[in-house]
């Protein structure tokens, strides 16, 4: 029953949904039936150019991503552990955490061009802002005890590094990822949404514009499910390297 249970809210929204189609009282634009989105979706993933749109994006969000990570542990793990970074960066960060960047896109476009490269730079700004705070506070939140005792073992600060501050800031970096991924898939689709001749946000604008509701909604459903997936990869990951914290949530 508990795995069964996320889908109930998902089946009364989709039941609400083929009500308000099947009733007439709006328009078919407005509100395809879920047979039409179906078959979209199956005619979807049965073109072999759309599933190359599935691949343009998934690159560019994911290339993005990769380089906010590496760049975001880095200077987060940088902050927690150095004063003098620390003074240096946080006002930066918390300054400028608030900016949406997106305004920044058409900068991107002028200096990267339209292509995959523009898209690919403002994913790694959008995702380096909630890695890097959320390291930052992983790497000042060690266990001050855990420091001490490698110290008097006779611990160097390379092995403290390597054996006491990376696995401890190591869930806070995950929840880092949990955060970025999303914004990279949400930072890609708008991107090709604004200038873009591929990728599933080009798809969604090409299809609105030609009034295929329907057909709209179907690749919306793709990019959701992508989303999906990753978020499970990456909580699958963090399972399996963070084997040691095991959390125990118990709700009332």
Sequence with gaps: MNRLLPFVFVGI????????????????LLFPSLENIFKELVLFFTKTEMLSEIQVSLE???????????????????????????????????????VPKLALFPIFIFVFGIGSLSKVALVFLECLY???????????????TLLWSAQNMGASRAAMLRRVVIPATAPFIFAGFRVAVPVAMIV??????????????YQVVYALSSLRTDRMLAVVIVIAVLGYALDKAVVLARDRLIYWEKLDTYYV
């Design 130 to 144: 909630p890695i890097v705070v959320m390291t930052y506070a992983g790497a000042r939140d060690v266990n001050r």
């Design 188 to 201: 890609v689709v708008i991107t090709e949404m604004v200038a873009s001749a591929d990728g599933l946000g």
């Design 13 to 28: 929204v989709l039941a609400a949904w083929e009500a308000a189609a099947r009733s007439g009282r709006w328009s078919k």
């Design 60 to 98: 560019r969000a994911l290339g993005g991503f990769a380089l906010a990570a590496g760049v975001g542990i880095l200077l987060g793990m940088l902050m927690g552990r150095s004063k003098l970074v620390a003074g240096l960066l946080d006002p930066l960060f918390s300054g400028t955490y608030a």
